[in-house]
C-alpha cells in the first residue's frame, strides 16, 4: 500500500528508535503518526477518534519508558494504533482488521509490546497490577508497569476493584486516566461529573500547579521536604474540592490534570513519575478525534466512520439501488419505542452502548424510560431486574460478548427470581472484523442453561419485531432474543406485531432426503441452500427451530420420525448450542439418526468478515449444500446396498 509514513516517523520501527530523537522532535513525531492513522484508517476503516485523541500520550509513553521491558497495558485497545505503528508493525499496518491481517486490538501473540490481550474495556488496572506484583515477586525491582483506561471505561466495576487492590498491595503501578468524557457516546454518571469538577476548579488547579512547582524544588532537599509537601497538597484537595480525595482514599497518589496533547511536557511528568515509588494516577485531559476536526466535532460519528474522504470529511458510503433492509439494531430500536408507546410498563436499559444498540432511539423519544448505565454491565441486568420487580418491564440490550460480563447477575438476580427481564443480545455470532473478543459466540449455550430462562433467535426483522412483543406479554419471565450485527433481509419490515407461541418453531420447506434445522438469521442461508440443492435434483426440508428454549418438542418428533439424517446450523458455539439440545432430545426420547452440527467449532475464530468467517467454518451457504450433498450420498449408497442385499 503506496502510503508513505512522515521523514521522522519513516526513521522508527520500534521504541528503540523513538529514543534516539531529542524532546524538540517529538511533536514533529506526533504530527505525522497522527497524520498516518488518518491515512490509512481513511482507506482501510478501522477505530479513529480514539487512536488520534492519544497520539501525544502514546509517544511520549514509549519515549519514557522502557517498552517492552517496562509494561504497559492498553485499555480496551480502540486507541492503540498509533501504539501499534511504532511498535514493529507500521509495514503491516495497512491488514489492520483485515481477514488474516493485525488485529484491531493489541494482541500478546502478536508483539511482544502487546502485554495484555484486551477488547473489553476496564481490565487494565487489575491487569497491570498482576504484572507489578508478578515482577515484585520475582525481584525485578525495577521494572514499571502503566495501566492506561479511560474515563469511561473508569465507570465499570472491574476498574474501581482493581483501583481498590493496586492501592492495598501497593506495588509500583501507574494508572494514566484518558479523560475525554467519551466512550462509544458521550459518557455519563456521577464519576463523569466529578472528574469534570477537577478539570473546571481554576482554583484547585492554579494550587496545584504551585504544589507541583514547589514539590520539584524541594525535592532534592530529601524525604522530609516530599513529605511536608505531600501532606499540604493531600490538605489543598480536601480543601478546594471535597471530592477531590477519591483516588487518594484508595491509596494512590494524584497527578493532574495535565494537557494529554503537550507531549513535551507529558514527557517531563512521565519522567518525574517514573521515580516516585507505589500507586500513582495521572490524569490527562484529551479530546477525542484530535486533529481531524470533523472527528473532534462529532466524537460519535467518527469512532469508527468506515472510509472516507480525508480532505473533505465526507464519510464514504455505497449508494444502494432502491428500499434496502435494515439493521437489525435499528429494527429492535423503532419497535421498542412502538411497543411502550402501547404499554407503559416497559423500559429501555443499556451499558454504554446507546448509538450501537439503537437505544438511542428510545431515549430520545422517551428521555424517562430508557437509561445509558454507562459501561457496566453487571449493573445494568441488577438495575433492571430492579425495574422488574416493581411490575415493570425493562428491555436491557447488551452486545452478546458483552453478556459474558453480567452472567451472574443473569442467574442469581433475574433468573432465580424468575423476572420479567427481556435480554435484547446484539452482535450474536461473529462480530466480523472486531475480532474473538467482540464475537457473540456463547450465548445460546449459556443462557439455555439457566432455569426460567426463554432463548430465542429470530430469522429476519418480522420474527424479531414478534419476538420482541410476545417478550413483553404477561407472565413472561426472563426472556432472551439474540440477533446479529448488520442488516436483515426484510426491505419492508414495519410488518404488523403478531403474539408467537412460546416453544413453537416452524417448517420453511418440506422435504424428504435430510432435514435441515437452524436458529436464527443463518436461516437464510439455508434457504438459499435448498433452493440450490432442489434445482440439483435434491430434496431438503428446512425447519426454523426460533426458539432454543423451550424447544418445540412436537417438531422435532416430526423430524426424528421421518428423517434419519439431521443437519443443525447455528452461529454460535457447536458445544452446548443448538444442535446439542437436539442431540439431547434425540437420545431422551430415543431416537437414532445421524445428526450434523455446524457452527462455530470449539477454537477462537479471529477477524474477518462475517461471510469469511462463516466460510471459515463452513456453515456459509455452499458448506451446508456440501454437507448435505455427502449425506444424500450415504443415503443413496447406504440404500443401493439394501437393494443388493
Not at 509514513?5 to 523513538?18: M, V
Not at 492506561?148 to 486516566?177: P, R, S, W
Not at 407472565?475 to 440477533?483: A, C, L, V
Amino acid at each position: 500500500m503506496d502510503i508513505k509514513p512522515g521523514e521522522l516517523l519513516d526513521q522508527i520501527e520500534f521504541p528503540s528508535d523513538l529514543r534516539k530523537f531529542s524532546e524538540d522532535d517529538l511533536t514533529q513525531i506526533c504530527d505525522e503518526l497522527r497524520q498516518y492513522i488518518i491515512d490509512i484508517v481513511s482507506v482501510r476503516g478501522g477505530h479513529f477518534g480514539a487512536s488520534l485523541g492519544v497520539v501525544e500520550l502514546t509517544v511520549a509513553l514509549h519515549y519514557i519508558f522502557d517498552t517492552p521491558y517496562d509494561q504497559l497495558v492498553w485499555d480496551v485497545g480502540h486507541q492503540a494504533y498509533g501504539h501499534k505503528i511504532i511498535t514493529g508493525r507500521r509495514g503491516a499496518f495497512h491488514t489492520n482488521r483485515v481477514y488474516k491481517g493485525l488485529s484491531g486490538f493489541p494482541k500478546r501473540e502478536e508483539s511482544e509490546y502487546d502485554t495484555f490481550g484486551v477488547g473489553h474495556s476496564s481490565t487494565s488496572i487489575s491487569a497491570a497490577t498482576g504484572m507489578a506484583v508478578a515482577s515484585d515477586y520475582k525481584g525485578e525491582k525495577d521494572r514499571r508497569h502503566i495501566a492506561v483506561i479511560g474515563d469511561g471505561a473508569m465507570t465499570a466495576g472491574l476498574a474501581f476493584e482493581g483501583l481498590n487492590h493496586a492501592g492495598y498491595v501497593n506495588k509500583d503501578v501507574l494508572v494514566i486516566l484518558n479523560d475525554n468524557c467519551m466512550s462509544i457516546d458521550p459518557n455519563v454518571g456521577a464519576l463523569k461529573q466529578y472528574l469534570t469538577d477537577i478539570t473546571t476548579s481554576h482554583t484547585y488547579n492554579r494550587v496545584k500547579d504551585e504544589v507541583w512547582n514547589l514539590l520539584g524544588k524541594l525535592s532534592h532537599f530529601g524525604k522530609n521536604a516530599q513529605e511536608i509537601v505531600s501532606k499540604v497538597e493531600s490538605g489543598i484537595k480536601t480543601s478546594l474540592l471535597n471530592q477531590s480525595n477519591l483516588f487518594e482514599s484508595l491509596n494512590f497518589r494524584y497527578f493532574g490534570p495535565v494537557d494529554g496533547h503537550d507531549v513535551v511536557h507529558l514527557s517531563k511528568i512521565l519522567n518525574d513519575l517514573k521515580d516516585i515509588p507505589g500507586p500513582k494516577l495521572l490524569h490527562c485531559v484529551t479530546v477525542k478525534g484530535k486533529g481531524y476536526e470533523p472527528a473532534e466535532i462529532d466524537q460519535t460519528k467518527w469512532h469508527a466512520p468506515g472510509l472516507f474522504n480525508k480532505h473533505t470529511g465526507e464519510i464514504l458510503k455505497s449508494v444502494p439501488k432502491g428500499p434496502q433492509p435494515p439493521k437489525y439494531q435499528d429494527v429492535f430500536g423503532h419497535t421498542v419505542v412502538e411497543l411502550a408507546e402501547k404499554n407503559a410498563k416497559i423500559m429501555g436499559v443499556t451499558p454504554a452502548m446507546p448509538s450501537g444498540s439503537s437505544m438511542n432511539i428510545m431515549m430520545e423519544a422517551m428521555p424517562d424510560r430508557a437509561f445509558d448505565v454507562g459501561i457496566a454491565e453487571q449493573h445494568a441486568v441488577t438495575f433492571s431486574a430492579g425495574l422488574a420487580t416493581q411490575g415493570l418491564i425493562p428491555f436491557c440490550n447488551i452486545y452478546s460478548s458483552f453478556m459474558q460480563r453480567a452472567y451472574d447477575q443473569v442467574v442469581h438476580d433475574v433468573a432465580l427470581q424468575n423476572l420479567n427481564v427481556v435480554f435484547c443480545l446484539d452482535r450474536g455470532g461473529f462480530a466480523g472484523a472486531d475480532g474473538p473478543t467482540h464475537h457473540g459466540a456463547y450465548d445460546l449455550a449459556f443462557m439455555r442453561c439457566v432455569p426460567n430462562m426463554i432463548v430465542a433467535a429470530p430469522m429476519n426483522e418480522e420474527e424479531l419485531r414478534n419476538l420482541m412483543y410476545t417478550s413483553q406479554q404477561d407472565d413472561m419471565g426472563p426472556f432472551t432474543i439474540r440477533y446479529p450485527r448488520g442488516a436483515g433481509v426484510m426491505a419492508k419490515w414495519r410488518t404488523e406485531l403478531k403474539y408467537l407461541e412460546v416453544g413453537k418453531g416452524r417448517r420453511i420447506c418440506e422435504g424428504e432426503d435430510v432435514a435441515i434445522l437452524t436458529i436464527g438469521h443463518i436461516g437464510n442461508y439455508a434457504v438459499k441452500a435448498c433452493t440450490e440443492l432442489g434445482k440439483e435434483g435434491f430434496n431438503p426440508a428446512h425447519y426454523d427451530m426460533r426458539f432454543v428454549k423451550p424447544l418445540d418438542e412436537a417438531l422435532l418428533h416430526e423430524v426424528f420420525k421421518n428423517f434419519n439424517k439431521v443437519i443443525t446450523v447455528e452461529d454460535g458455539c457447536v458445544i452446548g448450542g443448538m444442535g446439542s439440545a437436539v442431540l439431547e432430545f434425540m437420545a431422551d426420547n430415543g431416537y437414532t439418526a445421524q445428526v450434523k452440527r455446524m457452527g462455530i467449532p470449539d477454537a477462537v475464530i479471529e477477524h474477518g468478515s462475517q461471510l469469511e468467517l462463516h466460510t471459515q467454518c463452513g456453515f456459509h451457504p455452499e458448506g451446508i449444500m456440501e454437507t448435505a450433498r455427502g449425506m444424500f450420498q450415504e443415503n443413496q449408497h447406504s440404500q443401493e446396498g439394501l437393494m443388493v442385499g
